[in-house]
């Protein structure tokens, strides 16, 4: 535990930031799970799940929540999928 005033503070401060710093990653994993799960539904459906996921990725990185190196990844994984989807043939 600790003794000095500031150390206490400190405590409170992590806390806090250790919180946020859960819910935004939870809120990054559960958007790129919707988008996943939109994959079968229609493109549209599918490019503003992207967009929203990327909005994310980009804020939490912005933060340095996410290593930013990461979010530049996870988007790029999103986009192939995406411009695959866009590109498969449409069934008639």
């Known amino acids: 535990m600790p003794h000095t005033r500031s150390a206490k503070k400190n405590m409170r401060k992590s806390e806090k930031r250790r919180l946020r710093n859960r819910a ?22 599918l490019k503003k799940q992207y967009n929203l996921a ?27 999928a995406l411009h695959k989807k866009e590109q498969a043939p449409k069934p008639a």
């Open 24 to 45: 935004t990653k939870k809120g990054i994993k559960v958007q790129i799970k919707a988008f996943i799960a939109a994959l079968e539904g229609p493109a549209d459906e």
């Open 54 to 80: 990327a909005k994310k990725l980009d804020k939490a990185a912005a933060k340095r929540v996410i290593h930013p190196n990461l979010a530049a990844r996870k988007k790029s994984q999103l986009a192939r």
